[in-house]
T-cell receptor, first 112, second 113 residues
Framework: QQQVKQSPQSLIVQKGGISIINCAYE??????FPWYQQFPGKGPALLIA?????SEKKEGRFTISFNKSAKQFSLHIMDSQPGDSATYFC???????????FGRGTSLIVHP | EPEVTQTPSHQVTQMGQEVILRCVPI?????FYWYRQILGQKVEFLVS????????KSEIFDDQFSVERPDGSNFTLKIRSTKLEDSAMYFC???????????FGQGTRLTVV
């Protein structure tokens, strides 16, 4: 499986700020890009996902921006809250198998 | 809300012993997966299972690993002879036939001593 590169490794944001996590992929066969949120002691849970036919998808305070030509996508968390403190994983999958290949994860801490 | 359940939540085993990690996927799901996460590192794909056979596996999934769906509801991962480096959190996941979302269980923490 091809690699998905994710940055930063950790992120500290003040309450109300914007959290931005970036990912890049190599395999052009990827056509499904989910973001997972993981709290300590829990499994990853799907947060939001995008397909490459759109450049942006928004669900509440969470937005994915997608740049197909650059093979990059990012997660923006607006008005970050302490409850958003978790590890976020970007992932990529191809439509044939939908087996997510995960990035290394970003540990987000939102200070009150 | 249906969920993927895994047992046990934590297993400690001696090096060289066999372990079986158990999962009950969501009942109408058709695709089943095992992933592992070494502490503080990324979630790594091990194997996918569909229609009672392995559909894809990673290079991590060597001859020491095997999977089985013994009774139509459980999905198990067996590690034949555990090594220290097998210590990790193991996640089971499943998805429907037509869906894209993989639903993950809460994981089994395996500690090999």
């Amino acid at each position: 499986q091809q690699q998905v590169k994710q940055s930063p490794q950790s992120l500290i944001v003040q309450k109300g700020g914007i959290s931005i996590i970036n990912c890049a992929y190599e395999n052009t066969a990827f056509d499904y890009f989910p973001w997972y949120q993981q709290f300590p002691g829990k499994g990853p849970a799907l947060l939001i996902a995008i397909r490459p036919d759109v450049s942006e998808k928004k669900e509440g305070r969470f937005t994915i921006s997608f740049n197909k030509s650059a093979k990059q996508f990012s997660l923006h968390i607006m008005d970050s809250q302490p409850g958003d403190s978790a590890t976020y994983f970007c992932a990529a999958a191809s439509g044939g198998s939908y087996i997510p290949t995960f990035g290394r994860g970003t540990s987000l801490i939102v200070h009150p | 809300e249906p969920e993927v359940t895994q047992t046990p939540s934590h297993q400690v085993t001696q090096m060289g012993q066999e372990v079986i990690l158990r999962c009950v996927p969501i009942s109408n799901h058709l695709y089943f997966y095992w992933y592992r996460q070494i502490l503080g590192q990324k979630v790594e794909f091990l194997v996918s299972f569909y229609n009672n056979e392995i559909s894809e596996k990673s290079e991590i999934f060597d001859d020491q690993f095997s999977v089985e769906r013994p009774d139509g509801s459980n999905f198990t991962l067996k590690i034949r002879s555990t090594k220290l480096e097998d210590s990790a959190m193991y996640f089971c996941a499943s998805r429907t036939g037509g869906g894209t979302e993989a639903f993950f269980g809460q994981g089994t923490r395996l500690t090999v001593v």
